[in-house]
Nanobody
Framework: QVQLVESGGGLVQAGGSLSLSCAASGRTISSYAMGWFRQAPGKEREFVAAISRSGDITYYSRSVKGRFTISKDNAKTTVYLQMNSLKPEDTAVYYC????????????????WGQGTQVTVSS
């Protein structure tokens, strides 16, 4: 079992950057495929990015590809999401998740979740 805690959210102007972190405790994150999801008010939870157990393979949704970068530090048991060129439509609560299958875009395939961190992008 693994516990996940996100941090780094906040308010930023359009075009700006934010860096999110997901700190894991319990079982090491090298045992899991990791992902970031987001959920805006009134919308379904949406896949953002995923990274393999080893950290050498990544996968992004079309809406964030080229702007966001997912990475992980297995030694520090932390997963990161660097978000650049932010847009108002990126506003959402961002969640870190751990699962078994790399690249899964369905949130139901992930077993463990953090509590989320709010990202607000103003126009």
């Amino acid at each position: 079992q693994v516990q996940l805690v996100e941090s780094g959210g906040g308010l930023v102007q359009a075009g700006g950057s934010l860096s999110l972190s997901c700190a894991a405790s319990g079982r090491t994150i090298s045992s899991y495929a990791m992902g970031w999801f987001r959920q805006a008010p009134g919308k379904e939870r949406e896949f953002v990015a995923a990274i393999s157990r080893s950290g050498d393979i990544t996968y992004y949704s079309r809406s964030v590809k080229g702007r966001f970068t997912i990475s992980k530090d297995n030694a520090k048991t932390t997963v990161y999401l660097q978000m650049n060129s932010l847009k108002p439509e990126d506003t959402a609560v961002y969640y870190c998740a751990a699962g078994q299958r790399f690249g899964a875009v369905n949130h139901e395939e992930y077993d463990y979740w953090g509590q989320g961190t709010q990202v607000t992008v103003s126009s």
